[in-house]
């Protein structure tokens, strides 16, 4: 697996619509040749293109063959990439099935600055690559690539709903549920939550998982939840908050293993037991976990199976498949001595 940098390559699409005035999806109806366009605006984006010379830069990319890559993009800072080993794994999965298929794995980190789609899209429209992964999504500024010339498969489901994109996510609102049923059953009462980003839909699935459980349980205490980053100093921040706040918690189902280990953190600086005093579930099924002392009790993810399902989705349309397809794979409670 290779990195590379974004540099500022030739207009894309996007360029073409802003330099025309309209939505990206009118552009792309005009350049693909769909008739519902009205005159004056089809005008108005073939000038466009004329001008900016999209058209034969996209003539000369039909007529190039393939790359021979796929570019893995990963919508976080690059500190947050290496300090988080989903994204290794995610990575390990998706590489092995390239590599038997012959293909050259490239990362593309995206951080979340005010203009970050530009580069990224020229990038991935600039001929470069055959088809892209796309994981770690937020929704603040949503990733619109249903338009590209080339296949794009994102890992979990997009946050922005409709569209045509291929997927694959995991069940993270039944693997959140059963967490936090676990706690419930074992005779816990305030059972609280570290629940990570709205902007990820799997923060919002895992948030909305707890908060079905503990309503099954005639329970609901706003007070109870918390929000972090899925990164562990969140998870120890969000503890030491939620301690202030609900002396009394019991138990702490958090959305990520990362943000479970800094809750243990926080939870031994303020002289608390695990599981003696506060039982901990977290989510991901870590190598971390296994490290802790005591072993995390955790839900699993298949996250290689997922980057390898994700690239399997990939090959398929690389290799003429149309249609969109979306696979959402099992998790599994994995009972160690945190709960």
Same mark, same amino acid.
Request: aromatic share 6%; with cysteine.
């Given at each position: 697996m290779s990195s590379v940098e974004l540099p500022q390559l030739r207009p894309t699409l996007a360029d073409v619509a802003r330099a025309a005035g309209v939505s990206t999806a009118t552009a792309s109806r005009v350049l693909n040749g769909f008739p519902r366009v009205r005159p004056k605006t089809r005008?108005? #984006?073939?000038?466009? !293109?004329?001008?900016?010379?999209?058209?034969?830069?996209?003539?000369?990319?039909?007529?190039?063959?393939r790359t021979g890559s796929v570019a893995l993009v990963v919508c976080e800072e690059? !500190?947050?990439?290496?300090?988080?080993?989903?994204?290794?794994? &995610?990575?390990?999965?998706?590489?092995?099935?390239?590599?038997?298929?012959?293909?050259q794995l490239v990362l593309l980190t995206v951080p979340a600055t005010e203009n970050y789609q530009a580069p990224l899209v020229r990038?991935?429209? *600039? *001929?470069?690559?055959?088809?892209?992964?796309?994981? *770690? !999504?937020?929704?603040?500024?949503?990733?619109?690539?249903?338009?590209?010339?080339?296949?794009v498969?994102?890992?979990?489901?997009?946050?922005?709903?409709?569209?045509?994109?291929?997927?694959?996510? #995991?069940?993270?609102?039944?693997?959140?549920?059963?967490?936090?049923?676990?706690? &419930?059953?074992?005779?816990?009462?305030?059972?609280?939550? &570290?629940?990570?980003?709205?902007?990820?839909?799997?923060? #919002?699935?895992?948030?909305?998982?707890?908060?079905?459980?503990?309503?099954?349980?005639?329970?609901?205490?706003?007070?109870? #939840?918390v929000f972090g980053d899925f990164g562990q100093a969140s998870g120890e921040h969000a503890t030491t908050r939620l301690l202030d706040r609900r002396p009394n918690v019991d138990a702490?189902?958090?959305?990520?293993?990362?943000?479970?280990?800094?809750? !243990?953190?926080?939870?031994?600086?303020?002289?608390?037991?695990?599981?003696?005093?506060?039982?901990? &579930?977290?989510?991901?099924?870590?190598?971390?976990?296994?490290?802790?002392?005591?072993?995390?009790?955790?839900?699993?993810q298949p996250i290689e199976e997922m980057g390898a399902r994700m690239t399997g989705e990939l090959l398929a349309m690389l290799g003429g498949s149309a249609t969109p397809r979306c696979a959402v794979l099992d998790t599994e409670l994995v009972l160690r001595a945190t709960a």
């Open positions: 005008m108005q #984006v073939e000038s466009a !293109m004329s001008a900016l010379g999209y058209a034969r830069q996209r003539a000369a990319r039909a007529t190039a063959g690059v !500190m947050r990439l290496f300090a988080d080993p989903y994204f290794a794994r &995610i990575s390990a999965g998706a590489g092995k099935e390239l590599t038997g298929a012959g293909l990038y991935l429209d *600039g *001929g470069h690559v055959d088809g892209a992964l796309v994981v *770690g !999504m937020h929704g603040r500024r949503p990733l619109d690539l249903d338009w590209l010339g080339i296949p498969v994102f890992g979990g489901r997009p946050v922005r709903e409709g569209g045509c994109s291929s997927y694959v996510d #995991v069940d993270n609102r039944g693997g959140a549920q059963r967490a936090t049923q676990r706690l &419930i059953d074992a005779g816990r009462r305030a059972v609280a939550t &570290i629940a990570g980003p709205q902007d990820m839909t799997a923060g #919002v699935d895992r948030l909305l998982g707890y908060r079905q459980a503990v309503a099954g349980a005639g329970r609901g205490d706003r007070g109870l #939840v702490i189902f958090a959305a990520s293993d990362m943000m479970a280990v800094g809750a !243990m953190r926080a939870l031994h600086r303020a002289g608390r037991r695990v599981p003696g005093d506060v039982a901990v &579930i977290g989510f991901d099924d870590l190598p971390i976990g296994r490290r802790t002392d005591p072993p995390l009790t955790t839900v699993r």
